[in-house]
């Protein structure tokens, strides 16, 4: 009669233990996936939310314009003199320069000349097509 009230002892830890790695798996996913998204969401929001007229933004599309108005969910950008087109604001990724703010200046070498700015490493495609 013993043995059996010790056999049902130690079949009710584990489900103690399995019900503890299950909270302890649902603690790591929320502070490793949920909470970085909800913090990345909430900086996007006050980026937009900030945007004023002459600031310079790019859109999620890569397009790249100077925001002249803004409606309750839109924005109206300058893509080009002239050339006006509305967008979300949800769409605009990020700002590359708000209004006021000064132009940054090439960053210095030592020894007094500037760097200069590359498009990047050299294309390894090569030209195939017959010369004349």
Known sequence: ???ASYAQAAGGGGDLSFFLIIALFFAVFYFFMIRPQQ???REAQDMQNSLGPGDQIVTIGGLHGTVTGMADGEVLLEISP????RFARPAIARVVQKSGEAIPEPDEVP?????????????PVTETRKQD
């Not at 020894?111 to 294309?123: F, H, L």
């Open 1 to 3: 009669m013993r043995e």
């Open 39 to 41: 913090k990345r969401r």
């Open 82 to 85: 002239g050339v006006e087109v």
């Open 111 to 123: 020894g007094g000349d500037t760097a200069t700015v590359t498009d990047g490493p050299e294309s």
